[in-house]
């Protein structure tokens, strides 16, 4: 074979493995082959987390990682010295309301729906909601309607729920195949 032959072999085989497969933020301890990169781009609605992009690693054990910012994260399983993914996670959408108060912003009926809360969280008589109506310029009915928005759409001081790391896991889990 002449050097020419080789040259266009060695830049075929370069081409083939393309730059998709580097990592440019790669994870310690875990072999190359077990690692990729990967952004919300990718994963769209899917994507539970706050950095846009990090890497994916399937560590000993089947532990499966993420890296982002220079830190490691478990994201299934259990690794020293890696943080909980915990704080990274960002919380499910909530979908449009099904009846809003149309003449008030969302952010007025969020507030409205919060100061309401308090009120019935208070236990205290009717006052306090009266006064917090008052505040917004709201009728009983209008109460009703922001307060079933408000537990609907899960609105402060409700908890919604955190975004699913099942895409995750499931690339994580094609990793440890490699």
């Given at each position: 074979m002449g050097?020419?032959?080789?040259?266009?072999?060695?830049?075929?085989?370069?081409?083939?493995?393309?730059?998709?497969d580097?990592?440019?933020?790669?994870?310690?301890?875990?072999?190359?082959?077990?690692?990729?990169?990967?952004?919300?781009?990718?994963?769209?609605?899917?994507?539970?987390?706050?950095?846009?992009?990090?890497?994916?690693?399937?560590?000993?054990?089947?532990?499966?990682?993420?890296?982002?910012?220079?830190v490691?994260?478990?994201?299934?399983?259990?690794?020293?010295?890696?943080?909980?993914?915990?704080?990274?996670?960002?919380?499910?959408?909530?979908?449009p309301?099904?009846?809003?108060?149309?003449?008030?912003?969302?952010?007025?009926?969020?507030?409205?729906?919060?100061?309401?809360r308090?009120c019935?969280?208070?236990?205290?008589?009717?006052a306090?909601?009266?006064?917090?109506?008052?505040?917004?310029?709201l009728?009983?009915?209008?109460?009703?309607l922001?307060?079933?928005?408000?537990?609907?759409?899960?609105?402060p001081?409700?908890?919604?729920?955190v975004m699913?790391?099942?895409?995750?896991?499931?690339?994580?889990?094609?990793?440890c195949?490699r």
């Amino acid at each position: 074979m002449g050097r020419r032959t080789l040259s266009f072999t060695a830049i075929a085989i370069l081409a083939a493995c393309g730059t998709h497969d580097r990592v440019s933020d790669p994870i310690q301890g875990v072999p190359q082959a077990r690692q990729r990169t990967i952004s919300r781009a990718q994963y769209g609605f899917r994507w539970p987390l706050t950095p846009g992009r990090g890497t994916l690693a399937c560590a000993e054990s089947g532990v499966i990682l993420f890296r982002a910012g220079g830190v490691t994260y478990v994201v299934q399983g259990q690794r020293r010295g890696a943080s909980d993914i915990a704080p990274l996670r960002i919380p499910e959408p909530s979908a449009p309301p099904s009846n809003p108060l149309k003449r008030m912003t969302q952010d007025a009926r969020m507030e409205a729906f919060a100061a309401l809360r308090r009120c019935s969280a208070a236990d205290t008589d009717d006052a306090c909601s009266r006064t917090a109506r008052a505040r917004f310029g709201l009728s009983i009915e209008d109460a009703r309607l922001i307060e079933a928005e408000g537990r609907e759409r899960r609105g402060p001081p409700l908890t919604r729920g955190v975004m699913s790391l099942d895409a995750l896991v499931d690339a994580g889990r094609a990793l440890c195949a490699r």
